[in-house]
């Protein structure tokens, strides 16, 4: 990994090399292998020197607070889907500038780039937050943070998800228990172990032919991705996850995965419109 700063951005550039294991047998990206990459420029701006009294993570005192995620979304072109099943093994570019502070949030916005293509072919955002220890409630950015980037405080926020409130009459439900391989440093559920539920849900949407058009679709692949971290589970928590489609839109499909009844993690997928098999249906 190769990481390199530009603290008049401030941004950081990370160079994360792809190998075989995070392709599935149908040689895609799987949803949660691509979570997990898009941890590591994370990481880097959190703990890595080079991120030190530029990136608002850096000198926590990591016994008094930690750093959680609170909404991450992507949107992919095709072209970043079908660059990476036909060429494995390769690179890819990820960045990561600060767009907006809060008070006890801040919002990375970023590009991912494939080699042999100077243009971004994804977007992604991420919203981070500090949070007690001790209360797991959030708490305010260190002073330093809101003083050197005052002028981010102004800015609008990237574009976020908003809670899901409700859901349909016709809802697919999946449980699913916290195993310790889903457990991470914060000693709560990592974050791209709610996407690999979700990856469970639809293979078992799949299969019991609960989708209207998503099973119909040729090769599929993603345009637009969000997620909203609202409670921590934690080991041994049995979770229930509902997912229904969008009644509009049957290619973008909604997640919601409960505790005890409780939200903790909400979700959008959107699908691509793009199938040749859909397109052969329409002609019969």
């Keep these: 990994m190769d990481v390199s700063v530009d603290p008049q951005?401030?941004?950081?550039?990370?160079?994360?090399?792809?190998?075989?294991?995070h392709f599935n047998k149908e040689e895609n990206l799987t949803h949660s292998q691509f979570?997990?990459?898009?941890?590591?420029?994370?990481?880097?701006?959190?703990?890595?020197?080079?991120?030190?009294?530029?990136?608002?993570?850096?000198?926590?005192?990591?016994?008094t607070?930690?750093?959680?995620?609170?909404?991450?979304?992507?949107?992919?072109s095709k072209q970043f889907w079908e660059t990476l099943k036909s060429e494995k093994n390769q690179s890819i570019c990820?960045?990561?500038t600060i767009a907006h502070i809060g008070k006890t949030s801040y919002m990375f916005q970023g590009d991912i780039v494939v080699p042999g293509n100077s243009t971004a072919v994804a977007q992604h955002y991420v919203q981070m937050v500090h949070v007690s220890t001790e209360t797991r409630r959030p708490i305010p950015l260190p002073q330093w943070v809101?003083?050197?980037?005052?002028?981010?405080?102004?800015?609008l926020p990237p574009e976020n998800m908003q809670p899901l409130t409700s859901w349909p009459n016709r809802v697919q439900k999946y449980c699913v228990t916290?195993?310790?391989?889903?457990?991470?440093?914060?000693?709560?559920t990592n974050q791209a172990s709610y996407v690999k539920y979700v990856?469970?849900?639809?293979?078992?949407?799949?299969?019991?032919?609960?989708?209207?058009?998503?099973?119909?679709?040729?090769?599929?692949?993603?345009?637009?991705?969000?997620?909203?971290?609202?409670?921590?589970?934690?080991?041994?928590d049995h979770l229930e996850v509902l997912n229904w489609e969008d009644s509009a839109e049957p290619r973008?499909?909604?997640?919601?995965?409960?505790?005890?009844?409780?939200?903790?993690?909400?979700?959008?997928?959107?699908?691509?419109?793009?199938?040749?098999?859909?397109?052969?249906?329409a002609k019969l």
């Design 9 to 21: 951005g401030p941004s950081m550039k990370i160079i994360l090399e792809l190998q075989p294991e």
């Design 35 to 63: 979570a997990r990459l898009l941890w590591i420029p994370r990481i880097s701006a959190l703990y890595h020197t080079k991120a030190n009294n530029i990136f608002p993570s850096s000198h926590l005192d990591q016994k």
């Design 65 to 76: 607070v930690s750093v959680f995620v609170r909404y991450q979304g992507a949107t992919f």
């Design 94 to 96: 990820v960045t990561l």
């Design 146 to 155: 809101t003083e050197k980037y005052r002028h981010l405080s102004n800015s």
């Design 178 to 188: 916290v195993a310790q391989r889903d457990i991470d440093v914060n000693q709560h």
């Design 199 to 236: 990856e469970q849900a639809i293979s078992d949407g799949l299969r019991s032919g609960f989708y209207t058009v998503l099973g119909q679709i040729t090769d599929p692949f993603i345009e637009k991705v969000g997620m909203l971290y609202r409670r921590e589970t934690l080991l041994g």
């Design 252 to 281: 973008k499909l909604f997640f919601q995965i409960l505790k005890n009844s409780n939200p903790v993690f909400d979700c959008f997928i959107q699908y691509s419109e793009d199938s040749s098999k859909e397109r052969t249906l």
